[in-house]
T-cell receptor
């Protein structure tokens, strides 16, 4: 069983929809949680970074962490065609791990937002 | 400030050939790492480095070598390429709270 599970989709939504992306994990040692966005044939870029359980908001994006359920989510409000990309969740056991680039990734969810 | 750069962008190798994937960063980060991305697998850590002269293995190190002689460069070597190494390779450079990825190298081994 993979340490981090993510539904690969693909997910297709109309412009303006609220998108919910999710990951579950099995290792309770994970303490730092990230969401990356990856456009086609590009490298991943960091969208959100959270440490504790709860919500973190940045513009149209909200990251949610529930450590008791080992479940993290990314919500995208008012989705735009420019949000079409692969979204990857990632986690690390400690701040040092994050620093070293020692991340464990989910499989990625392919999202398409159509006009 | 170019960030993380990788060369080449594309490469085709025959089984048994060797090659080096180049990676450089201009952000003066101590920490660098290499990942491979395969369909349905996400990104998996191959090797990482916490500074010049210091490297360690990640989740999938077999078949790959690394060295870190300078802060800026972190090359990945395939000594004898195998079809199972067909993948997209990403180099990354890290600050304390953020990992920056390069644009990737698409490698095909026939």
């Amino acid at each position: 069983q993979k340490e981090v599970e993510q539904d690969p989709g693909p997910l297709s939504v109309p412009e303006g929809a609220i998108v919910s992306l999710n990951c579950t994990y099995s290792n309770s040692a994970f303490q730092y949680f990230m969401w990356y966005r990856q456009y086609s044939r590009k490298g991943p870029e960091l969208l959100m970074y959270t440490y504790s359980s709860g919500n973190k908001e940045d513009g149209r994006f909200t990251a949610q962490v529930d450590k008791s359920s080992k479940y993290i989510s990314l919500f995208i409000r008012d989705s735009q065609p420019s949000d079409s990309a692969t979204y990857l969740c990632a986690m690390s056991r400690d701040a040092g791990g994050t620093s070293y680039g020692k991340l464990t990734f989910g499989q990625g969810t392919i999202l398409t937002v159509h006009p | 400030n170019a960030g993380v750069t990788q060369t080449p962008k594309f490469q085709v190798l025959k089984t048994g050939q060797s090659m080096t994937l180049q990676c450089a960063q201009d952000m003066n980060h101590e920490y660098m790492s290499w990942y491979r991305q395969d369909p349905g697998m996400g990104l998996r850590l191959i090797h990482y480095s916490v500074g010049a002269g210091i490297t360690d293995q990640g989740e999938v190190p077999n078949g790959y070598n690394v060295s870190r002689s300078t802060t800026e460069d972190f090359p990945l070597r395939l000594l004898s390429a195998a079809p199972s190494q067909t993948s997209v390779y990403f180099c990354a450079s890290s600050s304390p709270t953020r990992v920056y990825f390069g644009p990737g190298t698409r490698l095909t081994v026939t």
